[in-house]
């Protein structure tokens, strides 16, 4: 877990190429000194998020340490900016720092995790803070990791996604509460990137605070806007909280399958074929789904794009697919439901509740499981 948690943190976004005048802007200064950085070149680089992906940086100052390891940055920027400063070369991870019209004194050792040593900027000492709570709760992960298996292998699943629920819902809650706090824009932006899909909403309500605050000439609030507003358009086109699209096709024996004959239970549309490498290796994982909620309530309605019956039934056999709502209708090309359901790629699943309403696309994992949970028990 302890990778995963810092990869978000750390590759929630896409950064784009700004332009920074030396000449404009509020001055800003780093005094650092910098162990196993003699005679090394110290890269400084800005950050900002137009749009989710890997992260991009654009260097504004380049200085070489002398040999001492000791350098000073001295530049300008518009408005306050989160930046990475990088020892070339170095095998250690880079630094974050939040600068704006401030000196700042920096002391650290390429060869030691953690935290510069920081005086001279709050905003990046607010910054640390952050990253300090994020690796505290990385290792009461890694700590918690053997008993919670020892839960699973034991078969005790609903005390398994309790606590998996519980930890994910206590990562995100890290990074709420850190934009409900801070005071700085340009370092709640990080938080935002790691929430930005999964706390929708609550990123919503804060950028209309924002878009009207003295920070609403930021990059950072510009930016954001740009992508809730796509995300919008994407929710728009999405099936999750419309009620199912009937299917009706073929089952191996030429009649007719209702997905609707399964309403009232939680139900989980799977469109899949046999060709399709993604999907067969997700099978087994639907397959352990299917066995361990069957009983209360779960079911599953697969909607095969094969053209060929013969590799559909053999592929439905070979996978041990052993419910009962399998169709094809042999047309890849015409097919209905995928037109319905607006299939461009598979695997592509949606997850029903006992009302009728589809909840979730495109589960996989410990995540569809975890999702079936939560249905079962409400």
């Known amino acids: 877990m302890r990778n995963q948690l810092l990869f978000l943190f750390f590759s929630v976004s896409t950064l784009f190429f700004i332009s920074c005048d030396k000449k404009s802007g509020d001055p800003f200064t780093i005094n650092g000194t910098i162990t196993g950085a003699e005679n090394k070149k110290i890269i400084l680089e800005t950050m900002t998020f137009p749009e989710a992906g890997q992260p991009k940086y654009t260097i504004i100052d380049t200085v070489t340490a002398d040999k001492e390891g000791k350098f000073t940055i001295k530049n300008h920027l518009p408005e306050r900016m989160t930046c990475r400063l990088t020892v070339a070369g170095a095998d250690q991870n880079y630094y974050v720092v939040s600068l704006q019209n401030e000196e700042m004194e920096l ?28 690796r505290d709760f990385d290792e009461s992960a890694m700590r918690m990791n053997d008993s919670i298996m020892e839960l699973k292998a034991a078969g005790n699943d609903s005390a398994f996604n309790a606590i998996v629920e519980q930890m994910k819902n206590d990562y995100i809650s890290i990074f709420k509460n ?20 999964s706390e929708f909403q609550f990123v919503k309500e804060h950028y209309n605070v924002w878009k009207s605050s003295a920070d609403s000439s930021s990059p950072y609030i510009k930016d954001l806007g740009i992508k ?17 699209i009937d299917i009706i096709q073929p089952d191996k024996n030429g009649n007719s399958k ?14 899949w074929a046999s060709w399709c490498g993604p999907c067969r290796k997700e099978n087994p994982n639907v397959v352990r789904v299917y066995n361990a909620y069957k009983s209360k309530g779960f ?24 419910w009962d709502n399998h169709v094809c209708a042999l047309d890849d090309a015409n097919n209905k439901a995928a037109i319905d359901y607006r299939i461009t790629g598979i695997p592509m699943s949606f997850l029903v509740n006992k009302e009728g309403i ?16 939560e249905l079962i028990n409400q």
């Open 178 to 197: 850190y934009i409900d706090t801070c005071k700085y824009v340009a370092n709640s932006s990080i938080a935002v990137e790691s929430i930005f899909f």
């Open 358 to 373: 589809i909840v979730a696309e495109n589960l996989r994992g410990q995540a569809l499981e975890t999702k079936v949970m």
């Open 228 to 244: 809730i507003a796509t995300q919008e358009g994407l929710l728009a086109q999405s099936l999750v909280g419309k009620p199912f």
């Open 107 to 134: 002391t650290a050792n390429v060869n030691e995790a953690g935290n510069p040593t920081i005086t001279g900027s709050p905003a990046t000492l607010s910054l640390f803070g952050l990253m300090k709570t994020l």
């Open 299 to 322: 079911n599953i309605f697969s909607v095969s794009l094969d053209t060929d019956k013969s590799k559909w039934l053999a592929a439905v056999q070979a996978d041990g697919l052993i």
């Open 258 to 271: 209702k997905l609707s004959d399964l309403k009232g239970q939680i139900i989980l549309i799977d469109f």
